[in-house]
């Protein structure tokens, strides 16, 4: 099946400091890919939607000056945490769906990064 | 927004005993979807069935889905140690997004 890459797997970095996060499809074009952030014992929570060369499309209640998004391939997104603060620390997981139909119905998810901001 | 409720939050089982989850939702959906994640690691998608879909199989597993009660379950036959996970149900609703549900806790006791 379709692959989908993160990196890095883990990160630990000092409060205020800024984190990117790369999601890659390895052998598939991904036109739209997903940020998703979970909590421990909580389930995946949908931060953005990006499509590849158009802004992201960030969910309610999700800073988008604070979460940067950018897709400027068809097998590479970024999520950069600006500004980091210890409330931000989470396990951050991408997905991508393979393009260009609209209606593809799944998703395939990375392994995920997990954030520790000190 | 979280759009499916699972039921139970966790459940403990012996080894070759079948594990029942349960996944209840709000809105119309085009599909849903299971998903498997173990502890720390990304998710690994199980089974999808469509709205227009009763029930399905692959494996071990089988997943039914009541339109009419907005619900699905899943089960898993002849549980293995291996299977200690935790299951999410994900709804794809008509604007394409996933969303999940709270998930349930199995642990399959050898």
């Known amino acids: 099946g379709a692959v989908v890459s993160q990196h890095p797997s883990w990160v630990i970095c000092k409060s205020g400091t800024s984190v990117k996060i790369e999601c890659r499809s390895l052998?598939?074009?991904?036109?739209?890919m997903f940020w998703y952030r979970q909590f421990p014992k909580q389930s995946l929570m949908l931060m953005a939607t990006?499509?590849?060369?158009?802004?992201?499309?960030?969910e309610q209640g999700v800073e988008k000056d604070k979460f940067l998004i950018n897709h400027a391939s068809l097998t590479l997104s970024t999520l950069t945490v600006t500004s980091a603060h210890p409330e931000d620390s989470s396990f951050y997981i991408c997905?991508?769906?393979?393009?260009?139909?609209?209606?593809?119905?799944?998703?395939?998810f990375g392994p995920g990064t997990r954030l520790l901001v000190l | 927004s979280q759009q499916g409720e699972e039921d139970p939050q966790a459940l403990s089982i012996q080894e070759g005993e079948n594990a029942t989850m349960n996944c209840s939702y709000k809105t119309s959906i085009n599909n849903l979807q299971w998903y498997r994640q173990n502890s720390g690691r990304g998710l690994v998608h199980l089974i999808l069935i469509r709205s227009n879909e009763r029930e399905k199989h692959s494996g071990r597993l089988r997943v039914t889905l009541d339109t009419s009660k907005k619900s699905s379950s899943l089960l898993i036959t002849a549980s293995r140690a291996a299977d200690t996970a935790s299951y999410f149900c994900a709804i794809r609703s008509n604007d394409y997004k996933l969303s999940f549900g709270a998930g349930t806790t199995v642990t399959v006791r050898a």
């Open positions: 990006s499509n590849e060369g158009s802004k992201a499309t960030y």
């Open positions: 052998d598939f074009q991904a036109t739209t």
């Open positions: 997905s991508a769906r393979e393009g260009p139909k609209l209606a593809r119905e799944t998703q395939y």
